[in-house]
């Protein structure tokens, strides 16, 4: 109901912007500089004061600007002359205004601050940008470490001996956030569950993080949020960067890239990652690794060409992991002493590209082809356990984008294809499955000053396993001044789900999976509100940014670890399923180079578990985060600490169990505190940090750690860190290329 009605106000509010009847206004605009001298004068704006169309005079200071009513008042502004302010009443009278020379200064100084992290007023959406500034507050290791001072998104473990990661938006679990690079897929199908690792931290130019229903040109997915990461681009990077990083549990890691401008069109750079966890390491004396050990290495390599007319990106990137988890010692076999072990070993490969393409017959016009082949293979065993897949697939996005009569109308179009192979096993059990999903969409914006800007979208996909999936979307922006912006969003999104790769960490347990075999497409509705205000507290920038979504599901998967200790039910429920989401978040500089920032969130996310309308395991009813930053004046010392407050959180029943297995159902709140100082040097920096500095360690994580071969053996059911304080170092260095 509320897409509906969120669509229907689009049609609204278009109706009476196509229906007005225009008047040509025509004229020209002049200059006499010299006594006797007139000349035209070419590029002068000319806009309305009512109304939003806008014009500017031809070379030879000719001009025609549209009108919808009379009288209105015509403002002529030009740089260096003083600006015409001229009540127009009539059409057929053609204007002629002469330009005077306005006060000319010797000069202006602009000062402006390169900050971290910001929310741009005018996007339609609401964007938060994370940059390099915010990027090294954190050692920032891979994508999953890239958010600890952010509060938009959450980072949790998804068991107790894989090391991975997943986020959550809005309170929901991180499968409904869709994550892409440069608006190429990055995190989904079998690469869900450990994704996140597979991009380092150092190849991140910038993070955009878009809460709720993204623009229905990226698909018909991200029902909590869109994740957009913006790789280094090798016309602006450096020509040779190194960074090598080192932990107190052994992890090693070394990061080099590299780019190189060849000539004004064309230009390349390549990145190489290697990880590696040396030793094992077992804090909290249950017997088993609290990291695995093995080997990562990523490898990408890209080009750029710019043309007048036309530009390209292009390249391929790889991804190779070893790694092994489980007890201590369990890589040597022994036969009169088996011991449990998890091995984790991923293959990823893919191609990409993208073309964009300027009409000549059309100046606003433009068209983009995404493209993508990518093959993707993983075999993970834990235990007696073993799930191996492969996904094999191709990406096609299509975009056709011009303006209807002037820049107050836009419109985007196009089609897209996804072709999706699945070849799947979880022990003796082989699922295969082949995704064929043709789509086209079409997105209009109506920009009135970039005060009022409203975007209404429609997309409609076929999905040869479930049939048509039909997906409204609508963001609107309204700015009441220039430093404060209220938007509010509505919109459909789907989600095909793969249970046994999108949740491979609950494979850590000895619980039996029951899966329903008539497993549907996800299927909700999420509609926000945000408001966003810019000041001047201590003669310095400062900002309060508050929202609330809220997340229907009409048809949603569960993952219900309620039934039985024993046993993961996996199955799709349409009774009451939801999710609310309050955030309030404030930023001040009381002194010159100091920052704080705090944030408050309330998640109340419910669904029905083992048939009881309750709040979600693992997911918080409270968070709290707070951020103190010092840069001094020079700029050769950083200081950072974050403080995430974490509240309590509902765990799964154990209560069949015998005692021994059992735990509380409700977890304990703690405080997790990371901070780190950096060093600048010419043209290398170094920083020393500390992640989990009050030692906070979840005790008896793993239930039946003894017997791991038992009935009641889980490491799913974890709430806190496991690992205790960790200390790190490692150095930055580059070198810059040369201007030409």
Known sequence: MIYKIGLGLCLILAVPIFAQESKIIKGKVVTSPKKGEVSGVPGVKLKWVKDANLGLSDVDGNFKINVNQLPDTLIISYTGYNTIYYEIKDTNEVYTFNLKEGLVLDGVEVV??????????????????????????????????SFETNASVDVNMTDAVSGAKKIQMLGLDGVYTQLQWENIP??????????????????????????????VLNGYESMAGMINLELKKPNESELLYVNMYGNKFGRMELNLHGAQVLNPKWSTMTFAHVAHQSFESDVNKDGFRDMPIGTLGAFMHRWNFEGENSEAKFGIKA????????????????????????????????????????????????????????????????????????????????????????????IKTGASFILDDYTQRYNDSVFLKTEIVPGAYLEYTYNRLDKFILVAGFRGDYHNLYGPLITPRMHAKWNINQRNAIRISVGRGYRVPNPFADYNGYMASNRQWIVNPNIVPEDGVSAGITYTQKFIMFDNAASFTTDYFYTHFFNQLLVDLDVAPNEIHVYNTNETSFAHSFQAE???????????????????????????????????????????????RNKKWSFDLTGNWVGQKRLPSLSPNPIEHQRELISKAYWLVNSQITYNFRRFSIYLGGENLLNIIQEDAIIAANDPFGNYFDATQIWAPISGVNIYAGIHFAIKQKKK
Request: contains cysteine.
């Open 186 to 215: 990055l995190v989904r199908g079998l690469s869900t569950s450990y994704g996140l690792n597979f991009t380092p931290g150092t190849w991140i130019e910038s993070i955009q993080i878009t809460k709720g229903t993204g623009s």
């Open 586 to 632: 404030l930023s001040v500089e009381p002194l010159k180079g100091f920052e704080l920032r705090s944030a408050f969130k309330y998640y109340d996310v419910r669904a029905s578990f083992n048939g009881e309308l309750q709040q979600k395991a693992f997911v918080p009813k409270y968070r709290v985060l707070l951020n103190a930053g010092y840069e001094t």
């Open 112 to 145: 402006a601050k390169n900050v971290g992290k910001h929310i741009d007023l005018m996007d339609p959406r609401h964007v938060e940008t994370i940059g390099t500034g915010e990027l090294r507050k954190a050692a920032c290791c891979n994508l999953s470490e």
């Open 319 to 410: 991804t190779y992991a070893d790694k092994e988890g489980g007890q201590i010692g369990s890589s040597n076999f022994d036969v009169s002493n088996p011991k449990w072990n998890a091995s984790f070993n991923t293959e990823h490969i893919e191609l990409f590209a993208k073309n964009g393409y300027f009409l000549k017959n059309r100046p606003a016009g433009s068209l983009g082809l995404i493209a993508q082949a990518k093959y993707h293979h993983m075999n993970n065993q834990f235990g007696n356990s073993e799930y191996d897949g492969t996904q094999k697939k191709i990406y096609l996005n299509t975009i056709y984008g011009d303006i209807i009569g002037n820049t107050n109308h836009n």
